[in-house]
Protein backbone atom coordinates (compact mmCIF):
# COMPACT_ATOMS: atom_id res chain seq x y z
CA UNK A 1 0.00 0.00 0.00
CA UNK A 2 1.07 3.30 -1.13
CA UNK A 3 1.45 6.33 1.55
CA UNK A 4 -0.92 8.50 0.05
CA UNK A 5 -3.61 5.34 -0.19
CA UNK A 6 -2.94 5.16 3.84
CA UNK A 7 -4.63 8.50 4.54
CA UNK A 8 -7.43 7.68 1.81
CA UNK A 9 -10.89 7.54 2.46
CA UNK A 10 -14.05 5.19 0.89
CA UNK A 11 -17.43 4.40 1.50
CA UNK A 12 -20.07 6.46 2.69
CA UNK A 13 -19.37 8.70 6.10
CA UNK A 14 -21.72 10.98 8.52
CA UNK A 15 -20.82 14.75 9.06
CA UNK A 16 -23.45 15.79 11.60
CA UNK A 17 -23.30 19.29 11.65
CA UNK A 18 -21.32 19.16 8.36
CA UNK A 19 -22.55 22.17 6.58
CA UNK A 20 -20.74 24.85 8.35
CA UNK A 21 -17.31 25.70 10.16
CA UNK A 22 -15.69 22.66 11.42
CA UNK A 23 -17.79 20.28 9.82
CA UNK A 24 -17.66 22.34 6.44
CA UNK A 25 -14.45 21.49 6.33
CA UNK A 26 -14.38 17.97 7.37
CA UNK A 27 -17.27 17.27 4.68
CA UNK A 28 -15.01 19.07 1.76
CA UNK A 29 -11.89 17.50 3.47
CA UNK A 30 -13.21 13.50 3.41
CA UNK A 31 -15.42 13.71 -0.55
CA UNK A 32 -12.05 15.11 -1.82
CA UNK A 33 -9.95 12.02 -0.36
CA UNK A 34 -12.33 9.68 -1.79
CA UNK A 35 -15.53 9.06 0.77
CA UNK A 36 -19.34 9.53 -0.10
CA UNK A 37 -20.24 12.05 2.47
CA UNK A 38 -23.86 12.48 3.96
CA UNK A 39 -23.86 16.19 5.59
CA UNK A 40 -26.23 16.79 8.14
CA UNK A 41 -27.62 20.37 8.73
CA UNK A 42 -30.83 21.41 10.20
CA UNK A 43 -31.50 25.45 9.83
CA UNK A 44 -28.93 27.06 7.66
CA UNK A 45 -30.40 26.40 4.16
CA UNK A 46 -28.34 28.55 2.96
CA UNK A 47 -24.54 27.23 4.06
CA UNK A 48 -26.13 23.95 3.12
CA UNK A 49 -27.03 25.05 -0.59
CA UNK A 50 -23.32 27.07 -0.80
CA UNK A 51 -21.48 23.25 0.27
CA UNK A 52 -23.91 21.72 -2.20
CA UNK A 53 -22.96 24.50 -5.12
CA UNK A 54 -18.65 23.87 -3.79
CA UNK A 55 -19.22 19.73 -4.08
CA UNK A 56 -21.03 19.88 -7.43
CA UNK A 57 -18.06 22.29 -9.38
CA UNK A 58 -15.52 19.92 -7.81
CA UNK A 59 -17.03 16.67 -8.71
CA UNK A 60 -17.39 15.86 -5.30
CA UNK A 61 -19.44 13.29 -3.60
CA UNK A 62 -21.90 15.03 -0.96
CA UNK A 63 -25.36 14.39 -0.38
CA UNK A 64 -26.99 16.86 2.06
CA UNK A 65 -29.72 15.48 4.80
CA UNK A 66 -31.49 17.92 6.76
CA UNK A 67 -32.82 16.60 10.05
CA UNK A 68 -32.67 17.33 13.67
CA UNK A 69 -30.90 14.44 15.69
CA UNK A 70 -32.23 15.75 18.62
CA UNK A 71 -35.61 14.09 17.85
CA UNK A 72 -36.70 10.52 17.04
CA UNK A 73 -38.26 11.64 13.75
CA UNK A 74 -34.68 13.47 12.68
CA UNK A 75 -32.78 10.12 13.44
CA UNK A 76 -35.38 8.31 11.57
CA UNK A 77 -34.56 10.48 8.24
CA UNK A 78 -31.04 10.24 8.88
CA UNK A 79 -31.20 6.04 9.05
CA UNK A 80 -33.10 6.59 6.61
CA UNK A 81 -30.80 8.59 4.43
CA UNK A 82 -28.18 6.20 4.92
CA UNK A 83 -30.25 3.50 3.44
CA UNK A 84 -31.16 5.74 0.75
CA UNK A 85 -27.16 5.87 -0.35
CA UNK A 86 -25.98 2.32 0.12
CA UNK A 87 -27.25 1.37 3.40
CA UNK A 88 -23.12 1.16 5.31
CA UNK A 89 -21.02 3.50 6.34
CA UNK A 90 -17.61 3.58 7.00
CA UNK A 91 -17.52 6.64 9.19
CA UNK A 92 -19.68 8.84 11.55
CA UNK A 93 -17.81 12.28 12.37
CA UNK A 94 -20.34 13.85 15.19
CA UNK A 95 -19.35 17.78 14.84
CA UNK A 96 -22.82 18.46 15.44
CA UNK A 97 -22.97 20.79 18.65
CA UNK A 98 -24.77 24.17 20.77
CA UNK A 99 -24.83 25.58 23.98
CA UNK A 100 -25.64 28.56 26.07
CA UNK A 101 -22.92 30.79 26.88
CA UNK A 102 -23.97 32.17 30.47
CA UNK A 103 -22.57 32.45 34.34
CA UNK A 104 -23.82 29.81 36.48
CA UNK A 105 -26.68 32.19 37.87
CA UNK A 106 -28.16 33.20 34.31
CA UNK A 107 -28.45 29.01 33.79
CA UNK A 108 -31.55 26.87 33.86
CA UNK A 109 -32.34 23.45 32.95
CA UNK A 110 -33.77 24.39 30.32
CA UNK A 111 -30.27 25.44 29.02
CA UNK A 112 -29.28 22.18 30.29
CA UNK A 113 -31.14 20.00 28.68
CA UNK A 114 -30.98 21.84 25.35
CA UNK A 115 -27.30 21.60 24.91
CA UNK A 116 -27.03 18.06 26.19
CA UNK A 117 -29.46 17.16 24.26
CA UNK A 118 -27.46 17.65 20.64
CA UNK A 119 -23.74 17.63 21.98
CA UNK A 120 -24.14 13.94 23.90
CA UNK A 121 -27.78 12.50 24.19
CA UNK A 122 -27.56 13.28 20.20
CA UNK A 123 -24.36 10.88 19.36
CA UNK A 124 -25.65 8.53 21.79
CA UNK A 125 -28.76 7.75 19.97
CA UNK A 126 -27.16 8.01 16.56
CA UNK A 127 -24.59 5.39 17.55
CA UNK A 128 -27.41 2.94 18.99
CA UNK A 129 -30.01 3.29 15.18
CA UNK A 130 -26.70 3.33 12.97
CA UNK A 131 -24.56 0.25 15.07
CA UNK A 132 -25.58 -2.30 12.26
CA UNK A 133 -24.94 -0.06 9.56
CA UNK A 134 -21.40 -0.07 10.17
CA UNK A 135 -18.70 -1.45 7.70
CA UNK A 136 -15.87 -3.66 8.75
CA UNK A 137 -12.76 -1.35 9.80
CA UNK A 138 -14.95 1.75 9.78
CA UNK A 139 -14.14 4.61 12.54
CA UNK A 140 -16.37 7.13 14.87
CA UNK A 141 -15.22 10.69 15.49
CA UNK A 142 -16.59 12.67 18.67
CA UNK A 143 -15.62 16.34 17.88
CA UNK A 144 -14.96 17.77 21.37
CA UNK A 145 -13.27 20.54 22.59
CA UNK A 146 -10.61 22.14 24.70
CA UNK A 147 -13.27 23.46 27.24
CA UNK A 148 -13.75 19.80 28.29
CA UNK A 149 -10.65 19.58 29.71
CA UNK A 150 -9.97 23.59 30.43
CA UNK A 151 -12.25 26.00 32.30
CA UNK A 152 -13.29 28.77 29.94
CA UNK A 153 -15.24 31.72 30.85
CA UNK A 154 -19.19 30.91 30.14
CA UNK A 155 -18.83 27.52 29.23
CA UNK A 156 -19.52 25.49 31.73
CA UNK A 157 -22.52 23.86 29.95
CA UNK A 158 -20.33 23.14 27.49
CA UNK A 159 -17.26 22.21 28.45
CA UNK A 160 -19.39 19.45 30.85
CA UNK A 161 -21.35 18.01 27.91
CA UNK A 162 -17.90 17.53 25.96
CA UNK A 163 -16.67 15.98 28.96
CA UNK A 164 -19.72 13.88 28.55
CA UNK A 165 -19.08 13.20 25.32
CA UNK A 166 -15.52 12.20 25.68
CA UNK A 167 -16.32 9.65 28.45
CA UNK A 168 -18.90 8.33 26.34
CA UNK A 169 -16.85 8.03 23.57
CA UNK A 170 -14.18 6.06 25.39
CA UNK A 171 -16.25 3.84 26.59
CA UNK A 172 -17.82 2.77 23.26
CA UNK A 173 -14.04 2.70 22.07
CA UNK A 174 -13.52 -0.02 24.22
CA UNK A 175 -17.02 -1.81 23.69
CA UNK A 176 -16.95 -1.50 19.81
CA UNK A 177 -13.32 -2.21 19.08
CA UNK A 178 -13.46 -5.92 18.79
CA UNK A 179 -16.35 -5.44 16.41
CA UNK A 180 -13.98 -3.68 14.46
CA UNK A 181 -15.37 -0.13 14.91
CA UNK A 182 -12.59 2.40 16.16
CA UNK A 183 -13.70 5.43 18.11
CA UNK A 184 -11.72 8.45 18.65
CA UNK A 185 -12.27 12.27 19.85
CA UNK A 186 -11.37 14.94 18.47
CA UNK A 187 -10.60 18.20 20.37
CA UNK A 188 -9.89 21.46 18.86
CA UNK A 189 -8.64 24.67 20.45
CA UNK A 190 -10.11 28.01 19.58
CA UNK A 191 -10.30 27.94 15.52
CA UNK A 192 -11.41 30.50 13.51
CA UNK A 193 -14.60 30.19 12.54
CA UNK A 194 -17.52 32.56 12.75
CA UNK A 195 -19.07 31.01 16.11
CA UNK A 196 -16.44 33.39 18.19
CA UNK A 197 -18.40 36.38 17.00
CA UNK A 198 -21.22 35.62 18.78
CA UNK A 199 -19.55 34.87 22.14
CA UNK A 200 -19.31 37.14 25.28
CA UNK A 201 -15.73 38.99 24.97
CA UNK A 202 -15.21 37.36 21.76
CA UNK A 203 -12.54 39.93 20.29
CA UNK A 204 -10.99 40.27 23.83
CA UNK A 205 -10.79 36.06 24.38
CA UNK A 206 -9.54 35.34 20.86
CA UNK A 207 -6.70 37.98 21.27
CA UNK A 208 -5.58 35.73 24.46
CA UNK A 209 -6.14 32.92 23.11
CA UNK A 210 -3.84 34.04 19.74
CA UNK A 211 -1.50 35.32 22.61
CA UNK A 212 -1.13 32.20 24.55
CA UNK A 213 -0.62 29.89 21.45
CA UNK A 214 2.57 29.43 20.86
CA UNK A 215 1.98 29.35 16.75
CA UNK A 216 0.22 32.97 17.40
CA UNK A 217 -3.19 32.87 15.67
CA UNK A 218 -6.03 30.08 15.84
CA UNK A 219 -6.24 26.82 14.22
CA UNK A 220 -8.28 26.60 11.23
CA UNK A 221 -11.04 24.35 10.38
CA UNK A 222 -8.95 23.10 7.66
CA UNK A 223 -6.50 21.96 10.22
CA UNK A 224 -8.82 20.19 12.12
CA UNK A 225 -10.32 18.70 8.99
CA UNK A 226 -6.71 16.65 8.40
CA UNK A 227 -6.92 15.64 11.45
CA UNK A 228 -10.20 14.05 10.82
CA UNK A 229 -9.17 12.76 7.94
CA UNK A 230 -6.38 11.18 9.39
CA UNK A 231 -8.13 9.70 12.62
CA UNK A 232 -10.56 7.97 9.58
CA UNK A 233 -7.75 6.58 7.40
CA UNK A 234 -6.05 3.09 7.59
CA UNK A 235 -2.91 5.36 8.54
CA UNK A 236 -4.52 5.21 12.02
CA UNK A 237 -5.55 1.47 12.67
CA UNK A 238 -3.64 1.17 15.74
CA UNK A 239 -5.21 4.87 17.33
CA UNK A 240 -8.67 3.33 19.86
CA UNK A 241 -10.44 5.25 22.31
CA UNK A 242 -7.93 8.67 22.01
CA UNK A 243 -7.95 12.24 22.38
CA UNK A 244 -6.58 13.92 19.68
CA UNK A 245 -5.65 17.71 20.72
CA UNK A 246 -5.63 20.10 17.31
CA UNK A 247 -5.07 23.50 19.41
CA UNK A 248 -1.49 25.23 18.26
CA UNK A 249 0.32 23.96 20.84
CA UNK A 250 -2.23 26.37 23.05
CA UNK A 251 -2.22 23.02 25.94
CA UNK A 252 1.68 23.00 26.30
CA UNK A 253 2.11 26.27 28.06
CA UNK A 254 1.14 27.74 31.05
Not at 98 to 127: K, Q
Not at 225 to 242: E, H, R, T
Request: with cysteine; aromatic share 6%.
Amino acid sequence: MTYDNLFALSGRILVTGGTRGIGRAISLRFARAGASVTANYLRNQKAADELKATAEQEGLSIDLCRADITTPRGLEQIESSVHDTGGSLSGLVHCAATGVHHTLSELNVRHFDWTFALNVRAFFELMQVLMNRFSERSSVVAVSSIGAQRALPYYSLVGASKGALEAFARHLAAELAPRGIRVNILAPGMVATEVWKVLPEAEARVAAAINHTPIRRLVTPDEVAWAAQFLCSQASMGIVGQTFVVDGGAAIVG
